[in-house]
């Protein structure tokens, strides 16, 4: 098993989409118009079976990583990540509340990932204005975030279809009663998930893709409090779909240790969120970035599981859970937009401030494209760091 975890990691290639791609060509293949339907999808020897078929789901090929060859490989070579956003890295920006506007996600298109807009921080006026400034300022792909449990969610998948945004990343949710209509509108899927379980009732939804987000993440999480190192392979073997690995990955190198475990791309919150173009407060970004090791904790359970800083909101609902205090008595010690007070606003003592466990390594404010660009350096150089592990 180890042989073969080395062997792949050795041997995998994973390249960007030419910029024509974009429009569905390939130089030297037929045009695609639908890179969302599973059939157009690279695999080697064998079609994703569907939930009625019996046996194990086949595992599509291995991808060497190796990104930006200026001549664009075969379709079988080609990382399932990048063909179906038609992105250049297979590196996601996370949609983030009160982080993720349109400054943002246009400086990680714009180095070659896909920057998303955070939706569940936005009224829909405010967020018509964000995809069209989004609009304005890039030509590369880009997408929404949306938690499903959003009070006017309806509204809002409205506004995405009337807007003709392409990318949705959904969350917080079953995908199963939006995922076809967005479909019906040319729109491509992918779904955060904290299961295999929830994984396979994904794939049964129709979406196009999977998050497979470990409770290392900032923010809300799954109840599983499942790591993203025992996450993925899980996920891996549960589902044909491409699967971008979340949660505690902020370095090339664990970019390369996600995907050799079997992810074929990262969504990245904190690094992002502290970055330059973030739309956070600059009292935010100083005070995780004094963060050490164990800064963040788990808490709210008996609500929606969220990763919070260890400050004096986050210690009077500590007392409370401790105490037993029912959902009703922690709804009341939150109070109304704890997390816009913590994180936009600057409160960082009675704000909620949400965060990733790897925000203890990160040292500076950087501008998002060099985020981008180093992490693919990084992943260059731990790969062929690894290639020289031998015993």
Known sequence: MIYNLLHNIKNQDITYIPENRVTGRLSGHSPCTNWANP??????????????????????AVFLLTFGKQQPQ????????????????????????????????????????????????????????????????????WGVNVPLMYPEIDRLMDILIREEVKIVFTSAGSPKKFTP???????????????????????????????AEGFEAGGHNGREETTTL???????????????????????EAMLAAMALGAEGVQIGTLFALSAESSASEAFKQRCLA?????????????????????????????????????????DILGKAASKRGIFEGDTEQGELEIGQIASSVDAIRPAGDIVRQLVEDFRKAQKDVAAIDF
Request: charged content about 20%.
């Open 291 to 331: 963060l050490d090791e164990g800064g963040t904790m788990l808490c709210l359970k008996k609500l929606s599981p969220t990763r919070l800083v260890r400050n004096g909101l986050f210690d009077k609902v500590a007392e409370a859970e401790a105490r037993g205090a029912h959902a009703e008595e922690l709804r």
């Open 74 to 141: 075969k379709q079988s070579d080609m990382n399932r990540i990048c063909k179906l956003f038609g992105i250049r890295y297979p590196i996601i920006q996370g949609g983030m509340v009160w982080c993720s506007g349109w400054r943002l996600a246009t400086a990680v298109s714009q180095a070659g990932g896909l920057g998303l807009l955070g939706a569940g921080s936005m009224h829909p006026e405010t967020l018509v204005e964000h995809i069209r400034k989004m609009k304005a300022a890039t030509d590369r792909p």
């Open 230 to 252: 025992t996450l993925i392979p899980q996920v891996r073997r549960a589902t044909g779909l491409p699967v971008v690995a979340a949660g505690g990955i902020g370095s090339g």
């Open 39 to 60: 059939k157009n999808w690279p695999y080697r020897h064998h079609p994703i079976k569907n939930a009625n078929s019996v046996g194990p789901k086949p595992r599509p």
């Open 181 to 211: 209509m967005l479909h019906e509108a040319g729109v491509t899927v992918a779904h955060v998930v904290s299961s295999s379980k929830f994984a396979r009732k994904c794939e049964e939804a129709g979406v196009d893709a999977i998050v």
